[in-house]
């Protein structure tokens, strides 16, 4: 169904997610692998997703421009860098596959709770 297993993430957050998705839960949606102090730290810098709310001291994201701003961040690193990868490249692919489906599987954990 999907090309990949970044775009199976990707739909997969966005049937469960609710509108607004606060800050403190990030971190159990996607496995662990970004903390709120980091999300955090990114919006101070001006980095982190755009649509961020605020409710008293509470911060949450708007679903679709979290989703955006994640499918963005879960690019290969080596693009992040600015290096152009080959698509035909299977360690790159295969390091890129192999995250998203811990990532998946960590969803389905967190969200069958």
Request: net charge positive; with cysteine; charged share 25%.
């Amino acid at each position: 169904m999907f090309d990949n297993p970044v775009d199976e993430l990707i739909a997969e957050l966005d049937r469960i997610l609710p509108p607004v998705v606060a800050r403190t839960k990030v971190s159990g949606y996607l496995g662990g692998m970004m903390k709120a102090g980091y999300l955090a730290t990114l919006d101070s810098d001006g980095k982190g997703p755009e649509g961020a709310i605020r409710c008293g001291r509470h911060v949450g994201y708007l679903k679709k421009p979290f989703l955006d701003w994640l499918r963005k961040r879960m690019s290969g690193v080596e693009e992040q860098r600015g290096i152009v990868v080959p698509s035909s490249s299977r360690s790159s692919r295969r390091h890129t596959d192999k995250n998203a489906n811990a990532l998946l599987q960590s969803l389905h954990d967190y969200s069958s709770k």
